[in-house]
């Protein structure tokens, strides 16, 4: 049976420029809606008159707001430079700066010293020619300088600057996670992965190498977070962190420390690791691991090979979902549609396979063309492409049609696998009366959602 008042829902929210906007949700989508307050950037800009400004993006969907970072940068102090960075900027570096003439400076790829080395330059004068890993406009042209190579040692980068936030740091937590009480941090375990799954921007961007920090490193840093701010609550940032001996290694580490009771992590790990780790799996729980989120995509065989997910299959996705359950780790499923094959029945088929491997959490996403991707450039050469406002390159919105289906019913689709997901009443039941704290906490944050969404929907806000 299912309930039709799950938490998806399409609401109005006010763009940077204070104009409303359509945004759908989801259950455990990340809509961030008070990300930028252009008023209150402009006054800071304005007094501090910086010389440089280089917003943070996290990917696609955030290169709107890089946008108009830099724009109102330019507006209230002409002179600063503005130099943006990251997997977008990246991939489109010679479109930005013909496009938009507030960007001054592209750094291309790893961030830490070629950031460095452009400011060094800019305060001395010197030619921006000479720093590797930039592109920026001269004379007319865009110029792009020969690629940086990357970090050997990642070890070697000094720690993030938590300082720099410094009581603030207390303010951070994830609801859906942890609840509101305990403070949470995200942790760089390594960078880049050797797998080369089509629609990932990741493994181009990190040239298809995967460096990883010491276990020590690691775990100096969770327990610096933890001694200084009271984190305890770590997601560890890395794309694929591993099995085997580094883990191995790592829980080793964790729990020799006297922080090893009170703190708990997140990781993203493929499931063909998961299923092949089996003797591992206990010993991570006990290190502190709750939660793993892994992809599973789709229960089509073509569409996994096209989207080169070797080792993938229905099989492996399901051992590897029991033996998270039977060692208490909540598991979180992550399922794709749109592919060009998509239909209304193979989507009807990737519901019941969800439905099937029962994750204790899944979330549906649609294909999206990140550049950088192999994706991108296909969907960019055949002109798959109907949606070009970046901030919908949020894997909720659906930005291709398929052979068969249109991209509204791409993303009907989308919301009928969230219905038909969370809408069981077994699966709810099951999960608000499970043993595993993680899964009651997220089904009472999902009842809570779905009653107010039906509350709302009465009194029709
Ligand atoms: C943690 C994380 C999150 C956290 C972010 C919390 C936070 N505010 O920091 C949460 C859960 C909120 C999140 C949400 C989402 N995420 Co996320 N997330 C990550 C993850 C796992 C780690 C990010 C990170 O800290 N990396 C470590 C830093 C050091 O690496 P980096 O960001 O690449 O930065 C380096 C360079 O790129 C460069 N650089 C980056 N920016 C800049 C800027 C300048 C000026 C300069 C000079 C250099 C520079 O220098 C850095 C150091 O070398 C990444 C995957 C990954 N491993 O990076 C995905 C990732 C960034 N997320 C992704 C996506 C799709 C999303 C969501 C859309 C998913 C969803 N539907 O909910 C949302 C978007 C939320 C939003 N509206 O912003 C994609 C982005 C794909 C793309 N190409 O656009 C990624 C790459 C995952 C993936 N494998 O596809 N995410
Ligand atoms: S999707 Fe995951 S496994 Fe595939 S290339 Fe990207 S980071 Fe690696």
Redesign the pocket.
């Known amino acids: 049976m299912t309930n039709q008042k799950v938490p998806v829902q399409i609401r109005l929210v006010k763009d940077p420029d204070g104009k409303e906007v359509r945004k759908a949700t989801v259950p455990f989508?990340?809509?961030?809606e008070k990300?930028f307050d252009a008023k209150e950037l402009e006054e800071q800009i304005e007094s501090f008159q910086p010389d440089i400004v280089?917003?943070?993006?996290?990917?696609?969907?955030?290169a709107y707001s890089v946008l108009r970072t830099a724009e109102l940068a330019k507006k209230v102090s002409p002179s600063t430079t503005t130099?943006?960075?990251?997997?977008?900027f990246?991939a489109l570096a010679e479109e930005s700066l013909e496009g938009y003439p507030d960007i001054n400076v592209v750094?291309r790829?790893?961030?830490?010293q070629?950031?460095v080395e452009t400011a060094g330059t800019l305060q001395s004068h010197e030619s921006l020619s000479n720093v590797r890993g930039i592109s920026f406009r001269h004379d007319g042209k865009i110029i792009h300088t020969p690629n940086r190579p990357l970090i050997s040692d990642l070890d070697a980068l000094p720690f993030p600057g938590y300082h720099f936030l410094g009581e603030h740091m207390k303010e951070y937590y994830f609801t859906l996670m942890t609840g509101k009480d305990t403070p949470f941090a995200?942790v760089?375990g390594s960078?880049g992965c050797l797998h080369n799954c089509s629609y990932?921007?990741?493994w181009r961007?990190w040239k298809r190498s995967h460096r990883m920090k010491s276990p020590k490193r690691i775990v100096d840093e969770i327990e610096r977070l933890h001694t200084e701010y009271g984190t305890s609550f770590f997601?560890l940032?890395?794309?694929n962190l591993t099995l085997g001996d580094r883990m191995d290694n790592l829980c080793n580490e964790i729990m020799r420390r006297d922080i090893a009771d009170d703190v708990t992590w997140f990781c993203?790990i493929r499931c063909d690791e998961v299923a092949q780790n089996k003797n591992l799996l206990a010993k991570m729980r006990k290190a502190g691991n709750v939660w793993i989120l892994s992809g599973f995509d789709t229960p089509h065989a073509e569409i996994l090979d096209s989207f080169r997910r070797e080792g993938i299959d229905q099989p492996t996705a399901k051992k590897a979902v029991d033996l998270l359950r039977e060692n208490e780790i909540f598991s979180q499923g992550m399922f794709i549609i749109g592919d060009r094959r998509d239909s209304h029945e193979s989507i009807e088929a990737l519901r019941e396979y969800a439905d099937f491997l029962d994750p204790d959490i899944a979330t549906f996403?649609t294909l999206?063309p990140?550049?950088?991707t192999e994706i991108y450039d296909n969907a960019k050469r055949e002109g798959w492409i109907e949606d070009t406002n970046w901030s919908h390159?949020?894997?909720?919105h659906a930005i291709m049609p398929t052979e068969h289906l249109t991209r509204k019913e791409v993303q009907e689709e989308l919301y009928e696998c969230y219905r038909s997901f969370y809408g069981k009443w077994k699966r709810r039941y099951q999960g608000l009366l499970s043993k595993n704290e993680i899964t009651r906490r997220t089904y009472q944050y999902l009842a809570r959602k779905a009653i107010l969404t039906g509350l709302q929907s009465l009194i029709g806000v």
């Open positions: 989508s990340v809509v961030l990300t280089a917003p943070s993006g996290l990917g696609t969907c955030n130099i943006v960075g990251g997997q977008h990246t750094v790829g790893e961030g830490e070629t950031l995200i760089e960078r990932c921007s990741q961007f997601w940032a890395d794309d993203q996403m999206t990140f550049p950088g390159y949020d894997m909720i």
